[in-house]
């Protein structure tokens, strides 16, 4: 089926490498507010490149670009990707410049390979293969872009909210996953919520001459105190009714982690570590991975952090903190239980802006499109892995009630996504290019 | 008396602070080991050309820079300085280059120009002006300049351990001191040790996306908890026996503080801060000012610092940490206190670099050399505010056993030193070289 198609993925592969090279260079990071516009543009211009049709919706943030195709078929398949990217620090563990993409070892290396510009191109290239070869698409295209997911896709629902017509569909692809540390290809069916806010601490008009400590408050400290009393040495989070109405797995949930293996000896030595977080292994790991929310710190910063000392008592001090977020908890409430909580150990003066924030959402793992990309994975790549959630966060609550959401793509466990020497491996990139169409042959036979 | 001296210092003042703004041009910041030899060199070269003798001491670190001028007087006046600075960061908070000074509104600005280039070059313009208008001096004149001042002078105890005739004198001037915020000049006759040292927690092979929360241990939490445990809410510092052998203040001391007026309502102004550290006031403010020991978080450091959100599990997180330490404490033995504080709540992973210490010490407050400068210092501005130990640090202790040190100098409550824009009002250097002079007057009739 579709030999042509597949043989004409195989044949411009370095093409469409090439084209994810090009986005790649943008450095459209969207915590930066940089390049948006230009990666937009440029996503917008490979659409049409194919023959889509696209429009570009303004949001009060990043614009979101949607193309489709309608071929008059039965069913339809919506793509939800984003083109922008994480920041890219710290640059010097970087082994090459984090947007200058290049391949090393069947590897392509760079900031928003794999998430998810490799990802995003992947699609466009499967949809041109069609085209280009002549073939009939067997399903309805619809893409929808976005260029804040990286800080929480804060203005996606003004366009979700217009545009519920468009965003429904009879699947959907999410925009990440690939082949986990077992050798085999995973699907993540759902994402947490997620809630990221920033403690900042001043004290002081100024930093000043550490031997004052002796008289004057320290705003590092009071950091200190106050997120040491968000949570416990054993990660109990402490923030008064934090797990209240958080809904336990379903019963088929459980049943599809049971197969699941974790591999927990191979992950030990990725991360180096002796033990997972409380010695938690077997089950507990599996249930703590899809069923546990987080208090996590993504950065401290305070004073002086050169080389050698600086005797300073600094003014400011601030911690970003994110929360992911499980079904039944949602970032607006968390963020009044924790200036509640704050505010009841005496930390008034603590400022929390909320930098991002919605919540979790999940497919049932017995849909029929899961189904559907499980029997298009065994064609191309084997047994297919279902994880009822990722432990990471994405907008699918927007999307929930009008689609059917998989996550799928061509990275793996090695992939870096968020860390330095982000890649994928470029033979993986290319049959996720195979597996898209077989979803949309076996879509049509739905 | 010595009028033409005087004289001399008033009218060449625009060219001993063209010497200030050449040596603060050096950004010889000891703790990234930049610049110290240049500015050793510049050193050397102006005691030279004022007709002194000198010599370069090899250190493992920065050289120790002499100098001296024998003039057959009954007494000895020895100088400690430093040629080095601190780093200057934060550099946007500088409203002038640290390192290209720059004189405002009858003050000078720049990295080192108060802490401590200025009161160097006043130093060496002083000896000049007795030189240059043929005047004899009344004292002998011994410099000891080093380069590692802020950081902890590491290396002076190589120098002054086998020099120990050089650095014996009837008296000797410190290197910082100034006008306080009741407008009267101040002199400090102690300093406090130091022990300077950084936690260092790593817990990953790399930053990992921070999803992984639920199940990969942080090192950012991690150092959090261990901080948190030394030193409570009360700034009480929990590490067992940590204020063990404390000497408490002499009832001289005690006699000499009750003189001082600490103008609490200003120094909150100037802090922007409502109240003191745990609301001292009064006596008790006194009182933790001069004899309370800290442990003061300089620097923290985890993660993203960048702007915005970005969702890491960071792999490293560390805390630059000084403990002020008061006499009857040794940094080694506090050294030795934290390891074993932080094994027993199970933080046997965490490393704590030592990075600079040296103990507290003392001039006792009714040495006659105390009186000769409380004299000088009447003769040039008036009163004399005698602190009986300044809360900040320096190698007194190095000296004691052969000179009675009393620190004076061109600062002021707002020379910011440490700090971004340190300054000194260029009418008291002016003023502090005078004061020189009538200090060499006063010993020589002792």
């Known amino acids: 089926m579709y030999k042509s198609v597949t043989k004409f993925i195989d044949d411009n592969l370095d093409n469409s490498i090439e084209d994810i090279k090009t986005l790649c260079r943008i450095p459209s990071v969207a915590a930066k507010n940089e390049g948006l516009e230009e990666a937009a543009e440029l996503v917008e211009k490979m659409f049409k490149d194919i ?20 071929v008059g078929a039965k069913r339809t398949l919506l793509f939800y990707d984003h083109y922008d990217v994480q920041p890219a620090e710290p640059f010097d563990l970087w082994d090459s410049p984090p947007f200058e993409p290049e391949i090393r070892n069947g590897r392509l290396y760079g900031r928003g390979v794999a ?51 468009f965003i429904t569909a009879d699947g959907g692809i999410w925009e990440f996953g690939g082949e986990g540390i077992h050798g085999k290809q995973e699907a993540w069916l759902g994402l947490k919520g997620i809630f990221f806010v920033e403690l900042q601490v001043e004290r002081l008009s100024r930093d000043v001459h550490s031997s004052t400590a002796c008289i004057l408050p320290s705003a590092a400290y009071r950091l200190i105190w106050a997120v040491n009393s968000l949570k416990d040495q054993d990660s109990n989070i402490l923030i008064e009714g934090f797990y209240d109405g958080i809904k336990p797995l ?33 089950d507990d790991l599996k249930k703590a991975y899809y069923e546990d929310p987080t208090c996590n710190i993504c950065g401290l910063t305070s004073g002086y ?110 992939s870096k996504t968020h860390s330095p020497n982000e890649s994928f491996v470029v033979e ?13 042959d076996e879509m049509s036979k739905w």
Chains 1, 2 share one sequence.
């Open 51 to 70: 023959g889509l049709e696209t429009e570009i919706h303004e949001t009060s943030g990043a614009s979101v670009v949607t193309s489709w195709l309608n």
């Open 115 to 165: 998430d998810n510009k490799g990802d995003t191109v992947s699609r466009i290239w499967t949809v041109k293969a069609f085209k280009d070869t002549g073939t009939d698409l067997p399903v309805n295209i619809k893409f929808v872009v976005e260029g804040e997911e990286e800080i929480g896709s804060v203005n996606l629902p003004e366009y979700t909210e217009k545009n519920t017509d």
């Open 250 to 282: 379903t019963d088929a949930e459980l049943d599809a982690i049971e197969k699941i293996d974790m591999r927990e000896e191979e992950l030990k030595k990725v991360y180096q570590i002796e033990e997972f977080l409380n010695g938690l292994e077997g």
């Open 305 to 414: 952090q050169g080389k050698g000392s600086m005797t300073v008592l600094p003014a400011r001090a601030s911690c970003k903190i994110d929360f992911r977020l499980v079904e039944g908890m949602h970032p607006d409430d968390i963020h009044k239980k924790l200036r509640k909580h704050l505010d009841k150990k005496g930390f008034t003066d603590i400022k929390i802006p909320y930098l991002e924030g919605y919540p979790a959402a999940k497919t049932p793992v017995d849909h029929p499109f899961v189904k559907i990309v499980e029997k298009a994975n065994q064609r191309v790549f084997g047994d297919l892995v279902i994880h009822p959630t990722s432990p990471g966060s994405g907008p699918l609550y927007l999307f929930k009630k009008y689609v059917p959401m998989v996550s799928i793509g061509c990275g793996d466990y090695e």
């Open 428 to 440: 993986n990139y290319r049959k996720s290019m195979h597996r898209l169409v077989a979803i949309m």
